[in-house]
Nanobody
Framework: QARLVESGGGLVQAGGSLRLSCEAFGISFTTGQVHWYRQAPGNEREFVAN???????NYANSVKGRFTIFKDTGKNTVFLQMNNLRPEDTAVYYC????????????WGQGTQVTVSS
């Protein structure tokens, strides 16, 4: 069954780093885009970063210069490297694969909790 599995979340002090992983099963990231979103308690889900099939990346202003999205095609995994974390980065982070334009499909992961203490 096609699915996305996130991992790598946890508790870290402000200024620390985490690397999130989004591994695809039954899906190949050869078309479409992979996005990371996050949702803090009481807030709307917000865009964090994305990467297109050819490697183009985009970031929310709030994470530019601190977060990096990249993929390992051989492992069918997209990563989100998060450095210089701040308490306001605390949220559940979700991976999304959007291939609706090419193949009419979209998938979400289950989410992984990131907590940054001050």
């Amino acid at each position: 069954q096609a699915r996305l599995v996130e991992s790598g979340g946890g508790l870290v002090q402000a200024g620390g780093s985490l690397r999130l992983s989004c591994e695809a099963f039954g899906i190949s990231f050869t078309t479409g885009q992979v996005h990371w979103y996050r949702q803090a308690p009481g807030n709307e889900r917000e865009f964090v970063a994305n990467i297109f099939s050819r490697g183009t990346t985009n970031y929310a202003n709030s994470v530019k210069g601190r977060f990096t999205i990249f993929k390992d095609t051989g492992k069918n995994t997209v990563f989100l490297q998060m450095n210089n974390l701040r308490p306001e980065d605390t949220a559940v982070y979700y991976c999304n694969y959007d291939d609706r334009a090419m193949r009419g499909r979209e998938y979400w992961g289950q989410g992984t909790q990131v907590t940054v203490s001050s």
